[in-house]
């Protein structure tokens, strides 16, 4: 009886701490992809000591899986040191597949221009050896002159459109756009700006039939909001809340996937115990569900996250 207890126990508490995905190492800012039937989880890694200081980032890690439950890991595979003319803070990043070749979009802090920056690095495989693609950084924020702050220039995400026309999306307190050149190092015109209510930071950009979402970070303690058009060049269409604020972190960034016909939301709270919090986060992963207009249901952020592997 006691032994059945005991198991019974530690079922209770293998299923009840899925989310976090991983309990060891602190991940924050997910952007993941889906490549020959297996999804590359692409994340920052939070090193700070506490949650007393602010965020301690130095390099990116990779995690795969085929299925949603398993993951393989693959560790650091790209570091600010990988960019000669940066000096440090890894933040959010995201990679896209585009003519057989993964480009990875990085927020750095620029070593000679103030501010944060924008950097890519390229591979020909989705777990690299990358490098920086361009040798110097692709955004900085002397390009963007309307705001105070010198992290307006952040959080890249990418989105090619089904004509093969790629856009980068970025930015803090200001949402941006632009188009990319095809092959992805270069700015192809003007950088625009999008109005987005109570919009902080954190872009992510995808498509479901003919609409196009763009969710975000929304104020401080952050929720994730969204937007929905018919183009991808807006007007956006303001469609609320989509998650609530994430457990004991003020940030709140999201990745949206569908993988085998079954859509999922990517995030990372602080809620790990028993040291998580604002500047130890750690990734989760709970499904996404539509409503039959289009729009989307509000996140159930949950413990148990994935509990059946996706087939
Ligand atoms: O992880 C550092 C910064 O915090 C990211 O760039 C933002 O999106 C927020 O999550």
């Not at 950009?205 to 018919?230: C, M, N, Q, W």
């Amino acid at each position: 009886m006691k032994t059945l207890l005991l198991l019974l126990g530690l079922g209770w508490a293998l299923a009840a701490s899925a989310n976090p995905i991983f309990k060891d190492v602190r991940t924050a800012d997910p952007a993941a992809i889906v490549h020959n039937d297996t999804v590359y989880l692409y994340t920052g890694h939070d090193e700070a000591p506490d949650n007393k200081g602010f965020f301690v980032m130095h390099d990116w890690l990779v995690f795969s899986s085929t299925d949603m439950l398993n993951w393989q890991r693959h560790g650091p595979k790209l570091s600010t040191k990988d960019f000669k003319w940066a000096k440090g803070d890894a933040w959010a990043s995201h990679v896209i597949e585009k003519n057989g070749k993964f480009y990875w979009f990085v927020t750095v802090r620029h070593a000679t221009i103030n501010g944060f920056a924008i950097g890519v690095a390229v591979a020909d495989t989705p777990l690299g050896p990358f490098k920086d693609a361009l040798g110097k950084a692709l955004i900085t924020n002397d390009m963007t002159t309307d705001t105070d702050i010198d992290w307006d220039d952040i959080d890249p995400a990418v989105f090619t459109d089904d004509d093969g026309q790629s856009y980068l999306f970025w930015g803090n307190t200001k949402a941006r756009y632009a188009k990319l050149k095809d092959n992805m190092i270069e700015l192809d015109g003007p950088i625009n700006t999008i109005d987005l209510p109570d919009f902080t930071e954190a872009l992510w950009v995808h498509k479901r039939g003919d609409i196009y979402y763009l969710s975000y970070a929304s104020g401080f303690p952050e929720k994730i909001a969204y937007a929905t058009s018919k183009s991808i060049h807006g007007p956006w269409q303001y469609r609320g809340i989509l998650n609530e604020v994430a457990g004991n972190s003020p940030t709140n960034h999201q990745s949206i996937i569908e993988f085998k016909d079954k859509w999922f939301f990517i995030y990372h709270t602080g809620a790990s115990q028993p040291d998580g919090g604002e500047f130890r986060r750690a990734v989760a992963i709970d499904p996404l569900y539509y409503n039959e207009d289009g729009s989307i249901k509000r996140i159930i952020m949950t413990s148990e996250g994935i509990t059946e592997a996706v087939k």
